[in-house]
């Protein structure tokens, strides 16, 4: 189906000053990251990592995330419904659970969903700050689930203050969708700097049953706190809290025909995120030779409720997941060991963690419970043996309390030709360990305790020419998985029949570690700054994503809601330059045909689709 969209927005920014248009990243820019693993400056980084930064988030104003996500090469989001439907994000081609999401160093995800993803639809731009996005394997520093890659989210960061600022945006659109959101930033309160802020979002929506005509709406509010305290001149305290509570509703299957379609039922949701880290520098601010060491405990809790009016007021299925991690890392800058750069040429980033997960479902008539705990160790050394390359490599080991061990491992390298083209390669390896859901040995439940993690190797080539006011970033990537976890029956298909089946206790299924996939593809991004008031960015993706599994009738086939070809642009007009106080931003997004099914049936084919996106700001300071 194709998709016409328009948005318009206007927005009051309060003691802050106006953004430039479409501020984008230069291939050796030296700001660091954090989505790697560890904070590296991004002329360090040999991986295809992309930056939404603060400009870009205040110009799309309280709009879903998702959406801005979705402008990033190889980069697909799909969305059940209207805003609230659950929206599933794809990196080059990988399934939405093998992309990790963190805010704030915090896993987010629900593990008391089947495949443990995180759902896009109730994160909302207006309380972030900054999302980067790796593109490709790299459970090297994250661990599980870092397949297709790692979306790395900042919330509201009071170290962007040096006075006290803040921000208020208002939105009215179609549907009768109203989004208002506030954030503020304080001065130094003593050793202690905040960010504080909260959000509403309400919608009318429209039928997500393609026959239906009811209405299904949605309503969000959501809150957000975060503080930085510096105790003394070496130790560094940060703490970070989200809260969202939405309710969404729903269609269903009502009787006598159960058929999908127009229902009274609807979904609450509750997420609960929340960290506190204790940063150590003996040597006090970072410099050459230094070393820094890390505590964090993170915690993250979503439940969900669903409920039918037509069958009472008692919800109908409950669902509540919950992890907590506890880390510890090292960041250790050996010095100008080879004698080649200013600052360390050889960098030693390692780390422990043990995390914690608990799920309980309950449809009414028994009620699943499971937990389960993982311990992980990885390091990373970091070298720039010349002023023009560089390299890192590092291993990891996972062990966990279900199904044993998992060791990946990672290298790439960078060589710069001249000031502005950098050529790159890298080697990373990914896994997935299966859900609590998926894990389940309850009886008349689905899971499988045999199961074993699925595994990627994802391999890249690329390279990248500019400077501060144009670029061109050029990648070729392949992934190969294994070990996929997917539904089968019980018996005959598949053969051997897992072990479970036997039981009796599966009647309906149970899941197997039977396929295998390969991702293959091209991405391509340009920029340029066009004079003080005009930007223009753009990129395109070639992605063939295939069912690789030997023997099976779906062998070549492509893989589920996998678009072979996916293409943005982006055009941004600061009228008078960044001091005038007001932009505007026009969008187009294509996605071409996909197969709803593994099977690929034609009655299944999702049609190519076009999305023109307007966004528009006034900003006025000293308010």
Sequence with gaps: MKTLAHKTSLSLLALAAASPALAHEAPFDDQSITVIGAPLALSETNASVSIIDKEEIDRAQNGAAADLIARLPGVHVTQNGALGGVASLRIRGAEDAQTLVVIDGVRVGDPSSPNGAFDFANLMLGSIDRIEVLRGANSLPWGSQAIGGVV???????????????????????????????????????????????????????????????????????????????????????????????????????PPAFTFGDTDEYQKTREHYAAASLEHRPGGSSSAGGFAHRLQFAFADVNRDNF????????????????????????????????????????????????????????GFAPDRGQTATTGGWAMLAARPTGAFSLTFGVRRDDHRDFGGA?????DIGQKLGDHVLVRASYREGFRAPTLFQLSDSAGAYGNPELLPERAKSYE?????????????????????????????????????????????????????????RAEGVEVEAGAKLGSSFAVRANYSLTVATDRTPGSPLEGNRLARRPRHLANAELAWTPGGAASGADLSVAVRYAGKSFDDRANNLTALIRDDVVLGEDQSLAAAGV
């Design 152 to 254: 790395s989210i900042t919330s509201t960061d009071p170290d962007l203050a040096s006075g006290t600022s803040g921000r208020i945006g208002a939105e009215y659109g179609a549907r009768d969708t109203v989004r208002v959101n506030g954030q503020l930033r304080t001065a130094a309160l003593g050793a202690s700097q905040f960010g504080i802020g909260g959000g509403f979002v309400r919608t009318r929506g429209f039928s997500s049953a393609a026959a239906g005509t009811e209405r299904d709406g949605y309503r969000q509010y959501s809150a957000n706190l975060s503080n930085r305290t510096e105790i003394g001149s070496t130790l560094l305290f940060r703490a970070f809290g989200l809260y969202a509570a939405s309710r969404v509703e729903l269609d269903g299957f009502a």
């Design 407 to 411: 060791t990946s491992f990672a290298a």
């Design 461 to 517: 080539v690329g390279a990248r020419l500019g400077d501060a006011r144009h670029f061109v970033d050029v990648a070729w990537y392949r992934r190969d998985s294994r070990n996929l976890i997917d539904f089968v029956s019980c018996p005959p298909v598949p053969d051997p029949v897992p072990a479970i089946c036997a039981s009796g206790n599966r009647p309906f299924g149970t899941y197997d570690n039977i396929n295998r996939a």
């Design 308 to 363: 039918n009016p037509d069958l009472g007021e008692a919800p109908t299925f409950r669902a509540r997941g919950r992890s907590e991690r506890l880390s510890y890392s090292i960041d250790w800058g050996l010095g100008d060991v080879f004698g080649s750069t200013a600052g360390d040429s050889l960098r030693l980033i390692a780390g422990a963690e043990r995390e914690w997960t608990r799920a309980l479902t309950d449809d």
